[in-house]
């Protein structure tokens, strides 16, 4: 139903526009390969706790149909990927204690843990109970169910009874470690369980299991914590990561499936890379994955990450991105630095549902409401519908360019934006055995970057033409194309 989001009317001609001396042209680099796309997806947790059992919101995020939301009917972002967020909290007694929490914690942000007590590590005893969380497993079943195929397990803090202090937002400080030492073997059991059981009892398989959420910072304190969190020092996580890794062995069915450990979700490029730096040659042989937070937006260097992941062997997640902008204006220009500089395989939005610009849809998690969808929704829209699993990314040859190569498909996608003032863009295509496409039509979708204007606006006004295709941008738009029948 991609005809709903046709303008109707096509500002027909490209080539009604003069072009002039500040347009600009990408070469894109047929055979560059900065890595096979994995995919987009989102966090669960909090969303998910307050809207799991929404059917509507599974088909918005987790296929490409319209759905309508709010009364608007919205081009669903197909994302592929889900990450289900083991809680930390539970109103159960242990050892003569209960949990300890901020009033600042609000109720979505209390995750049900499955771990109500210490007595046992059987899954089948009183010690666990499975029927918390009911919401966000719901979510993460809907998603499995319409094609999510890379499934995360992550944790923001182990399980209350295992801190120091009972509190899972944290130690006293932030600066301190709060998980005990003497537990660091029960957080690996406590996540190795939850694949397990969950694989075993629905079907439901983790790709991976990151048992840290922003390890380093100092930030996740007991008194002042809104939300779950915990601080581990490097020497901490290497000691977590081997034992989550021997848990994971020792399940037989979590090998069969291939679960491996991703971390640290580390809140910025320059921590992740400290860490991966610090945890010593056992643990980094342990890690799969590098996750890493996209928090230190346009600072850091992704660069320098980039090149020490690859040197290690390790694939790179860009595994958390968020902000306040509801334009998507700094989305969008931290998507450009991450495809150009960190070269990712797959890209997650934080929290798809939420206040204060950072949501897609902006809705409010306590009294579950939507109450708009973000400028930023549709700006996502643009990238996540397109550069599909299985592509090849390539280099755009610009800084405003992210290019895709589906070989099966001989499909060409391009990703541009325009910052500058209204201009033609020219993509060129030399370096693709072109003659094939010559007359062909490009298909194009525009979407401006602001607070209104052009949403996911459909054309097919545009023709390869000398071996290269050029389209008229506003300032601030962001264009996706498609060319079918591109030979490398
Ligand atoms: C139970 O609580 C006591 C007193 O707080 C403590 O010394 C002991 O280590 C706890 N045992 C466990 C298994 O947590
Ligand atoms: C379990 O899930 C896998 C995909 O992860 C699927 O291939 C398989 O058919 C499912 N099995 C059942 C019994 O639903
Ligand atoms: C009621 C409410 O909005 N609760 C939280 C939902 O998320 C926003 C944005 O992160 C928080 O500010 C609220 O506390």
């Given amino acids: 139903m991609r005809s709903t989001f046709r303008l109707g009317l096509v500002l027909a001609a490209v080539a009604l526009f003069p072009l002039s001396a500040a347009d600009l042209t990408a070469t894109i680099e047929a055979k560059s390969n900065f890595g096979i796309w994995e995919g987009w997806g989102t ?14 919101l599974a088909d918005l995020f987790f296929t490409t149909k319209t759905v309508t939301i709010a009364g608007q009917a919205l081009p669903g972002l197909g994302f592929n990927i889900a990450r289900y967020n083991a809680g930390a909290c539970s109103s159960s007694t242990y050892n003569g204690s209960r949990m300890v929490i901020s009033p600042k914690t609000v109720p979505s942000r209390k995750v049900q843990g499955f771990w109500i007590d210490g007595a046992s590590s059987d899954p089948t005893s009183k010690s666990w109970d499975w029927s918390v969380d ?26 209350w009874w295992m801190l120091n202090n009972h509190n899972p937002g944290g130690s006293p400080t932030g600066a301190t470690d709060n998980l005990q030492s003497r537990y660091h073997a029960q957080h690996a059991v406590y996540l190795a369980t939850v694949a397990s059981q969950l694989l075993a009892t629905r079907n439901l398989t983790f790709q991976a299991i990151d048992p840290f959420n922003e390890p380093s910072a100092d930030w996740w304190k007991a008194d002042t914590g809104k939300q779950e969190g915990c601080h581990f020092s490097v020497a901490s996580q290497a000691s977590v990561i081997g034992h989550l890794f021997r848990e994971i062995q020792s399940r037989p069915a979590l090998v069969r499936a291939g679960t491996f450990i991703s971390a640290s979700d580390e809140t910025s490029y320059d921590s992740a890379l400290a860490t991966l730096n610090g945890l010593g040659a056992t643990a980094v042989s342990q890690v799969t994955r590098v996750n890493v937070h996209g928090y230190q937006y346009d600072g850091g260097r992704r660069d320098g990450l980039a090149a020490a ?11 958390e991105y968020g902000e306040g902008d509801a334009t998507g204006q700094r989305m969008a220009s931290n998507m450009l630095l991450d495809f150009r500089w960190m070269r990712p395989t797959a890209w997650v939005y934080w929290q798809v549902m939420d206040g204060g610009g950072w949501g897609l849809l902006d809705s409010d998690n306590e009294s579950k409401t939507i109450k708009a969808v973000n400028q930023k929704f549709w700006v996502l829209a643009q990238w996540a519908r397109h550069i599909r699993p299985g592509m090849r990314v390539l280099d755009g040859g610009g800084d405003y360019v992210v290019a895709a190569y589906d070989e099966k498909r001989k499909k060409l996608v391009v990703v541009a934006v325009n910052w500058g003032n209204a201009q033609v863009v020219n993509v060129d295509l030399k370096k693709f055995g072109t003659p094939g496409v010559e007359g062909a039509v490009v298909k194009r979708w525009v979407t401006q970057i602001g607070t209104g204007g052009s949403r996911y606006a459909e054309f097919g006004d545009v023709k390869v033409s000398g071996g290269k295709f050029s389209a008229r941008f506003e300032k601030n738009a962001v264009q996706t194309f498609e060319v079918e029948g591109v030979v490398v």
């Fill in 309 to 319: 992941v690859g040197k290690a062997g390790k694939r790179l997640w860009q595994s």
């Fill in 43 to 56: 966090s669960l947790a909090w969303w998910a706790t307050a809207f799991g059992t929404r059917d509507d």
């Fill in 134 to 159: 009911a919401a966000q497993r719901a979510m993460l079943e809907k998603a499995r169910d319409r094609g999510a195929d890379v499934l995360e397990l992550f944790s923001n803090s182990p399980m």
